[in-house]
């Protein structure tokens, strides 16, 4: 991917979010990070402050995107992890773990696309996670989040090619790989996890442009989701150590 096009990222304030932003931005795109936060890391990227668990904050700067446009590529990538025992989240952080996981990239991919903001050529990509291979044991409304944008991605993916010329694609990233100081690397994290996310979003942003409609980056994802219809229990008890057994309340 190269030239003068324009990308819209959400979520690129950190982890695989900042990884796309970062890949992009470098290889000669115009990017706009739609999140919270920006960190100074991204100085050729275009900063749009926007609290993705709000519904009311995205519905107030929709408008502004749409005019904006269009946009040659979206990346729906913004999630927020809540782990743990799943009767000690509270409802309010479980309610924006929803929010910002799966209803902002539908409301804000409707938007786009009836609003004729999405260039006819261009890509929508969704984020979800190996979740939907397999359970996860103490992330249960996060995965059901992952899993809702998957399924929002297959069903519009053949009305969106066939009427507005846009490919849909969905990549489901492995957890294990990323990590949880991968996530949060934009608070201070190291480098090596910064670098781990920049080659996912690559592998991802490459998968994008060669028309891939489901993309599992690297052998590792295809082995973890392979395993997860194979051997889904033993799978379960792996991904535990990931979620429930390390609990991760970033709902901020």
């Known amino acids: 991917m190269s030239g003068e096009r324009r990308a819209l990222v ?15 931005s470098t290889e000669g795109w115009r990017v706009t990070n739609l999140d919270r936060r920006n960190p100074d890391r991204h100085a050729d990227v275009e900063h749009i402050a ?11 700067i929709l408008p502004s995107l749409i005019a904006a446009g269009p946009w040659d590529l979206v990346v729906f990538n913004a999630g927020i992890p809540a782990s743990g025992t799943f009767k000690t989240i509270p409802f309010e952080a479980q309610r924006r773990v929803i929010t910002a996981t799966a209803e902002t990239p539908l409301v804000l991919c409707a938007g786009l696309a009836g609003a004729g903001a999405l260039a006819q050529g261009g890509t929508v990509l969704f984020i979800s996670s190996l979740s939907h291979y ?60 910064g670098v781990v996310c920049e080659d996912a979003a690559r592998l991802i942003l490459n998968d994008a442009a060669r028309g891939k409609a489901v993309i599992l980056p690297g052998a590792r994802s295809k082995l973890s989701a392979l395993a997860g219809l194979l051997l889904p229990q033993p799978v379960a008890r792996a991904m535990r150590r990931v979620t429930h057994d390390n609990p991760d309340r970033d709902v901020g």
Not at 10 to 24: I, M, N, S
Not at 50 to 60: A, F, P, S
Not at 139 to 158: F, K, L, V
């Open 10 to 24: 959400t979520g690129g304030g950190g982890g695989l979010g900042r990884g796309f932003c970062e890949v992009l």
């Open 50 to 60: 926007c609290d993705l668990g709000d519904r009311g904050d995205v519905d107030l």
């Open 134 to 193: 397999t359970g996860y044991l103490g992330a249960a409304t996060h995965a059901a989040a992952r899993g809702a944008i998957a399924a929002y991605a297959r069903s519009i993916r053949q009305s969106f090619r066939h009427d507005i010329g846009v490919a849909v694609a969905c990549a489901f990233p492995d957890p294990v790989r990323m990590g949880k100081a991968a996530r949060h690397v934009s608070a201070g994290g190291d480098a090596k996890s």
